[in-house]
């Protein structure tokens, strides 16, 4: 097989951050009052912030901050910031400094003020660097995300039998690939799908701890390095690329491309067999068990009902000439984008003809029907997800010693353990091994007794729809309860996971 590279052009939310100020609190933009302060405790969408960079060199950068409606943080003349569009071509331009300790300043480049805050206000009146003009940058991307070696042309990979983590995936098709990137206290913790943390001893322990704790250095991009605050940094060593701590990188080992976990899932005909590529590039429903030839990447804009797989050859799914399907298409070809369709879970394909995919009597995988039947419908399910992180509009699901029933505007979120039932249903069990249950008020509690069915569907790479087994959509609300009670898909019934 020829070596691909999965890695392409950063997507604009992994040039996202949120900037924590002296005090711990964030840089958040009020739209209604056309303010920027830094009082919120948390990472919302008023707290992130996009780094555009218009020239970067060594440890510096001339930048832009645009919040996600658009707007740019400016500063005037006065030393006040404001939110809205630059006048000129250098208005909203910052000097963007990264030091040592991983903290950011930012130097208007007008008048050479450093952004500060005082606790609440944010402004721009010193020339003279202090404390009080240093910001920790968040990464705003989704917990759950792989760690991509640009020098190795690698994914990490936890190694449970092991208790290691190797930098040895070519292609990130594995949950092993899939971490979740918790940050408490200023600190990083790594924890692998198996839920283990990375250690400063290079090894996976079972709980996190100051040992589990690493600093994060971010540049604009979504390249991040992790060090131990004392000199040693996270990088691959020895010839099995073993991830540990060192002190002497070499051509910027150290540094990782942080990305959203991507989707992959497995297709499987109404005979039970899964599609799989077989002789390099056919595609046929052949296989009664899972292999890495039976996984496709699903990739998916949330703009349209378009959908784009991708097997682990590298290329994607694409039809030919006699309607056949093949695993040969490019990324932009047009023949490689399908219409989807859902049905209770299981997936209808059609291709840019308007027929859909089916199997033939020969397994192989043609675009014929003109109307879908049995063989057009595929069950579907995750192959590289044990577990779901939902993050909706106001924060992420999760549960509070506060309150009994399940949030959805958490700043740490918990995991949803799956147990898959049927194609495209799923059982939702909590981190304590309860299931979720559903009160006559479409609320969820994390501790029911018996398992209840969810249906999942998706609609982006990284988007899905929960049915609940009340017959609703899950929904985020803006109380922070967690409810199932909309008929329709909303923008509150979307959940990055």
């Given at each position: 097989?020829?070596?691909?590279?999965?890695?392409?052009?950063?997507?604009?939310?992994?040039?996202?951050?949120?900037?924590?100020?002296?005090?711990?609190?964030?840089?958040?933009?009020?739209?209604?009052?056309?303010?920027?302060?830094?009082?919120?405790?948390?990472?919302?969408?008023?707290?992130?912030?996009?780094?555009?960079?218009?020239?970067?060199?060594?440890?510096?950068?001339?930048?832009?901050?645009?919040g996600l409606q658009g707007l740019y943080l400016l500063c005037e003349a006065d030393g006040s910031?404001?939110?809205?569009?630059?006048?000129?071509?250098?208005?909203?331009?910052?000097?963007?400094?990264?030091?040592?300790?991983?903290?950011?300043?930012?130097?208007?480049?007008?008048?050479?003020?450093?952004?500060?805050?005082?606790?609440?206000?944010?402004?721009?009146?010193?020339?003279?660097?202090?404390?009080?003009?240093?910001?920790?940058?968040?990464?705003?991307?989704?917990?759950?995300?792989?760690?991509?070696?640009?020098?190795?042309?690698?994914?990490?990979?936890?190694?449970?039998?092991?208790?290691?983590?190797?930098?040895?995936?070519?292609?990130?098709?594995?949950?092993?690939?899939?971490?979740?990137?918790?940050?408490?206290?200023?600190?990083?913790?790594?924890?692998?799908?198996?839920?283990?943390?990375?250690?400063?001893?290079?090894?996976?322990?079972?709980?996190?701890?100051?040992?589990?704790?690493?600093?994060?250095?971010?540049?604009?991009?979504?390249?991040?390095?992790?060090?131990?605050?004392?000199?040693?940094?996270?990088?691959?060593?020895?010839?099995?690329?073993?991830?540990?701590?060192?002190?002497?990188?070499?051509?910027?080992?150290?540094?990782?491309?942080?990305?959203?976990?991507?989707?992959?899932?497995?297709?499987?005909?109404?005979?039970?067999?899964?599609?799989?590529?077989?002789?390099?590039?056919?595609?046929?429903?052949?296989?009664?068990?899972?292999?890495?030839?039976?996984?496709?990447?699903?990739?998916?804009?949330?703009?349209?009902?378009?959908?784009?797989?991708?097997?682990?050859?590298?290329?994607?799914?694409?039809?030919?000439?006699?309607?056949?399907?093949?695993?040969?298409g490019h990324p932009m070809e047009a023949d490689t984008f399908f219409r989807v369709h859902w049905?209770?879970?299981?997936?209808?394909?059609?291709?840019?003809?308007?027929?859909?995919?089916?199997?033939?009597?020969?397994?192989?995988?043609?675009?014929?029907?003109?109307?879908?039947?049995?063989?057009?419908?595929?069950?579907?399910?995750?192959?590289?997800?044990?577990?779901?992180?939902?993050?909706?509009?106001?924060?992420?699901?999760?549960?509070?010693?506060?309150?009994?029933?399940?949030?959805?505007?958490?700043?740490?979120?918990?995991?949803?353990?799956?147990?898959?039932?049927?194609?495209?249903?799923?059982?939702?069990?909590?981190?304590?091994?309860?299931?979720?249950?559903?009160?006559?008020?479409?609320?969820?509690?994390?501790?029911?007794?018996?398992?209840?069915?969810?249906?999942?569907?998706?609609?982006?790479?990284?988007?899905?729809?929960?049915?609940?087994?009340?017959?609703?959509?899950?929904?985020?609300?803006?109380?922070?309860?967690?409810?199932?009670?909309?008929?329709?898909?909303?923008?509150?019934?979307?959940?990055?996971?």
């Amino acid at each position: 097989m020829e070596e691909v590279e999965w890695t392409g052009r950063p997507k604009p939310e992994e040039l996202r951050v949120g900037l924590i100020s002296w005090a711990g609190s964030y840089l958040t933009f009020e739209a209604y009052k056309n303010t920027v302060t830094a009082t919120a405790k948390g990472l919302g969408r008023k707290q992130t912030w996009e780094i555009l960079v218009s020239n970067e060199h060594d440890a510096q950068a001339v930048v832009r901050l645009r919040g996600l409606q658009g707007l740019y943080l400016l500063c005037e003349a006065d030393g006040s910031l404001c939110y809205g569009r630059p006048r000129t071509s250098h208005h909203g331009c910052f000097l963007l400094r990264f030091h040592r300790n991983g903290k950011w300043t930012l130097q208007c480049i007008i008048s050479g003020r450093y952004l500060e805050s005082d606790g609440e206000d944010v402004f721009c009146n010193s020339r003279v660097l202090s404390a009080y003009h240093m910001w920790t940058p968040r990464p705003a991307l989704h917990v759950h995300v792989i760690l991509y070696s640009p020098v190795n042309h690698c994914y990490a990979r936890a190694d449970p039998t092991m208790g290691r983590v190797w930098v040895d995936a070519p292609v990130p098709c594995l949950e092993e690939c899939g971490f979740l990137l918790h940050f408490q206290d200023g600190c990083y913790h790594l924890e692998t799908s198996a839920h283990f943390f990375l250690s400063h001893l290079d090894r996976l322990v079972p709980q996190p701890s100051t040992q589990t704790a690493f600093h994060m250095q971010v540049r604009p991009g979504g390249l991040v390095a992790l060090s131990d605050g004392e000199g040693g940094m996270l990088y691959p060593q020895g010839t099995r690329l073993l991830l540990g701590l060192g002190s002497k990188p070499h051509r910027g080992e150290e540094w990782f491309i942080l990305q959203r976990c991507p989707t992959w899932v497995s297709l499987r005909s109404k005979t039970r067999k899964f599609l799989s590529i077989i002789y390099d590039v056919e595609v046929c429903a052949a296989s009664e068990h899972i292999t890495p030839m039976s996984l496709f990447q699903f990739e998916c804009d949330d703009e349209s009902p378009t959908l784009q797989l991708r097997a682990a050859n590298g290329c994607y799914l694409a039809q030919r000439r006699h309607r056949t399907v093949v695993a040969n298409g490019h990324p932009m070809e047009a023949d490689t984008f399908f219409r989807v369709h859902w049905n209770c879970g299981r997936i209808i394909l059609q291709s840019p003809n308007g027929r859909f995919l089916g199997i033939i009597d020969n397994g192989l995988l043609m675009a014929n029907a003109t109307i879908p039947g049995p063989n057009e419908e595929f069950g579907i399910r995750l192959a590289n997800r044990p577990f779901l992180v939902l993050r909706g509009r106001y924060g992420y699901v999760g549960t509070s010693s506060e309150h009994d029933l399940m949030k959805c505007n958490m700043d740490q979120p918990d995991c949803i353990h799956l147990l898959p039932c049927r194609q495209g249903i799923y059982h939702f069990q909590a981190q304590g091994g309860a299931f979720w249950s559903i009160t006559s008020f479409g609320t969820f509690r994390p501790w029911g007794k018996f398992a209840l069915n969810f249906c999942i569907e998706l609609h982006g790479s990284n988007l899905l729809t929960v049915l609940a087994p009340n017959g609703f959509y899950m929904r985020s609300d803006r109380s922070g309860t967690l409810l199932a009670d909309s008929e329709e898909i909303t923008k509150e019934c979307i959940w990055e996971f």
